[in-house]
């Protein structure tokens, strides 16, 4: 199977639940065929907006199954198979593999800290030898302000050099973009995907592959538009009122804002819903929430949602 080529905004598809907090599954399909339409160039389901550790493995492989079953292509997908056990992190990755994912997206084992860069290469190289298989393309993840645990640049030259066609990019979500602007100067080969649109556009100029962002649930047309016109003479343009949106939810909980404002774009209410101990937005913030967006020209009309 040829290597994939993720590139582009990546959407980390929110997780609906029920009125009893089971994953609906259902509306779980029409959500991530609405945001493929949107433009989305491929889905990073059961990351951190997707409340992936909220899930267990069940739910996220039947989920994940649905999603093909449905008929969304599985080279698309870049589904989140991090795990702090060994054990079940082979499960994840082997199952996305199984169903001919286009990659993984995989945080370090997070309970352990601190930990040594050389236990984070023996956690990845052993999720790796186990599955066992050339089609797995594997993303790392770094998200220390909620895992506790980085992915310094050493373990990622290491991993490259030992696996370099296996591990091939990284989800940069720290929010540093010194770290950022590093990872992309150091390793120029790899394919970086910052987490804020917000820096997109000089990202993208040094190199970067696309953005995975949470703020893609809603505003994923005009991401890939600056995406795709990035080297225009309008990019500068492009860019401000995407930064603009994601500065305004930075101001909120960024999972219950973007559930929350999904919500009403699609008529769906119930995909306001969090699993505990996450909780959604007051009444009174959504309100705010929707009318800051509004006053800034960014009124979300409901949208077509089949």
């Known amino acids: 199977m040829a290597k994939a080529a993720f590139a582009g905004v990546l959407v980390p598809a929110i997780t609906p639940f029920d009125a009893r907090l089971e994953p609906d599954a259902r509306l779980f399909l029409k959500t991530c065929r609405w945001l493929l339409a949107q433009g989305a160039n491929g889905l990073a389901v059961f990351g951190t907006t997707s409340e992936a550790n909220s899930l267990s493995l069940g739910e996220r492989m039947e989920l994940l199954e ?3 079953e449905g008929g969304i292509d599985p080279s698309l997908l870049l589904p989140g198979t991090g795990q702090s056990a060994l054990p079940d992190a082979v499960e994840l990755t082997r ?39 050339s089609d797995l393309e594997l993303w790392l993840y770094h998200i220390p302000q909620m895992t506790g645990v980085g992915i310094p640049h050493g373990l990622i030259e290491r991993l490259v050099k030992r696996y370099p066609d296996t591990v091939l990019g990284i ?13 992309l100067t150091r390793f120029p080969e790899f394919r970086i995907f910052p987490s804020s649109e917000g820096v997109l556009l000089k990202a993208l100029r040094l190199g970067a592959a696309g953005c995975i962002t949470a703020s893609g649930n809603i505003n994923a ?54 699993r505990p101990p996450l909780t959604p937005l007051t009444e009174a913030q959504t309100a705010e929430l929707l009318a800051k967006l509004k006053d800034a020209g960014h009124a979300f009309a409901p949208a077509e949602f089949r």
């Open 66 to 68: 649905g999603l093909v």
């Open 171 to 183: 989800k940069d979500s720290s929010g540093d973009w010194a770290n950022t602007e590093a990872m």
């Open 221 to 274: 047309a005009a991401i890939r538009g600056l995406i795709d016109n990035w080297q225009s003479p309008e990019a500068d343009e492009l860019q401000k009122p995407v930064a603009e949106v994601r500065n305004i939810f930075s101001g909120y909980p960024l999972i219950p804002a973007a559930k929350a404002v999904l919500s009403t774009i699609l008529a769906e209410p119930g995909l306001a819903t969090l």
């Open 95 to 133: 199952h996305a593999v199984t169903l001919g994912c286009g990659g993984v997206l995989m945080l370090p084992p997070f309970y352990y800290k601190p930990v040594t860069e050389e236990g984070l290469f023996a956690f990845y190289s052993e999720v790796i030898e186990r599955v066992g298989s």
